[in-house]
């Protein structure tokens, strides 16, 4: 019997480590809901050495930006990203979490300037990684829902 976790792809992006449950929250982050010309793969509650269970998303014909990266690191901050290119593995990644998210999440503060019609980009500090805390730059306020208010 084929086992589909080894299945390799030609080109295109494999993330994981991604903490079991998040999967879909990375597709929603890379925008992929369906419209999209590449073939995606989504393995839910693999086993995992590290920690139990993990899910892994593979993405053909795909390789992520860095603010994709960033916004990877913020749900999945143990992912790790492989540059598939030929059927090898040609780069290796893990996602890092920056001190500053520049425009990637949304404040969730409606009076705060990034909300207004001003073309300010959102400026979120990183307080803490372990459990993930930020702080908007802008107004202070602390972001609950980091998952949420991904842009
Ligand atoms: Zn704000």
Same mark, same amino acid.
């Given at each position: 019997? =084929?086992? $589909?976790?080894? #299945?390799?792809?030609? +080109?295109? /992006? %494999?993330?994981?480590?991604?903490?079991?449950?998040?999967?879909?929250?990375?597709? =929603?982050? $890379?925008?992929? #809901?369906?419209?999209? +010309?590449? /073939? %995606?793969?989504?393995?839910?509650?693999?086993?995992?050495?590290?920690?139990?269970?993990?899910?892994?998303?593979?993405?053909?014909?795909?390789?992520?930006?860095?603010?994709?990266?960033?916004?990877?690191?913020?749900?999945?901050?143990?992912?790790?990203?492989?540059?598939?290119?030929?059927?090898?593995?040609?780069?290796?990644?893990?996602?890092?979490?920056?001190?500053?998210?520049?425009?990637?999440?949304?404040?969730?503060?409606?009076?705060?300037?990034?909300?207004?019609?001003?073309?300010?980009?959102?400026?979120?500090?990183?307080?803490?990684?372990?459990?993930?805390?930020?702080?908007?730059?802008?107004?202070?306020?602390?972001?609950?829902?980091?998952?949420?208010?991904?842009?």
């Amino acid at each position: 019997m =084929r086992d $589909l976790k080894v #299945t390799p792809i030609k +080109n295109g /992006t %494999v993330i994981d480590h991604i903490p079991t449950g998040m999967a879909l929250k990375v597709l =929603r982050v $890379l925008g992929i #809901t369906g419209d999209v +010309n590449s /073939t %995606v793969s989504v393995l839910m509650h693999v086993p995992s050495k590290q920690r139990g269970w993990k899910d892994i998303v593979k993405v053909e014909d795909r390789e992520l930006n860095p603010k994709e990266l960033s916004k990877i690191a913020l749900i999945a901050p143990d992912a790790t990203i492989n540059i598939i290119r030929n059927y090898n593995v040609a780069e290796k990644h893990t996602v890092a979490l920056p001190d500053r998210a520049v425009g990637i999440l949304r404040c969730a503060n409606p009076n705060c300037i990034t909300n207004s019609r001003e073309p300010v980009e959102s400026v979120f500090l990183v307080r803490s990684k372990e459990p993930l805390r930020v702080r908007c730059q802008y107004c202070d306020r602390e972001l609950e829902d980091v998952a949420g208010h991904i842009l």
